[in-house]
């Protein structure tokens, strides 16, 4: 739909969604060894480097997911993202099976696509939704 008095916009990519989380390195672990997201930076900066930029993302995805600790108003968990699968049955099995993930049953009802919903240890909501294959 297009509206004549709306600029343009420059944007043009969803790169990195942010969590906040309690602990980072126990983030960490949590997406790379359990979930097997990738380390895409980690970096120290600021002041002496006090402060960490932390990104995580599925092996091929652009889109990058950073962790955050709690700055400002905002406290661990309340955040949500979607994460894609070609084999949600797959998928739910294999994260079901390692244990210590808070994975709920898989939903599948007509009109919207097959999803379960998991949350990391702080509480941030992931939907894993089926993708036909490319």
Known sequence: M??????ST????LGVAMFTVADQDAALAFYTGKL???VRADVSFG???ANRWLEVAPPGSTARLALN???GPYQPGGGGIGVETVDIKAEHARLTAIGGIDVDPIMDAP???TLFMMRDPDG???????VPAS
């Open 69 to 71: 600790p709690p700055m």
């Open 2 to 7: 297009s509206n004549p008095t709306q600029a």
């Open 36 to 38: 097997g997201f990738e």
């Open 124 to 130: 941030n909501n992931i939907a894993v939704v089926e």
């Open 47 to 49: 002041e002496n480097g």
């Open 111 to 113: 009109g919207a696509p």
């Open 10 to 13: 420059t944007l043009n990519n």
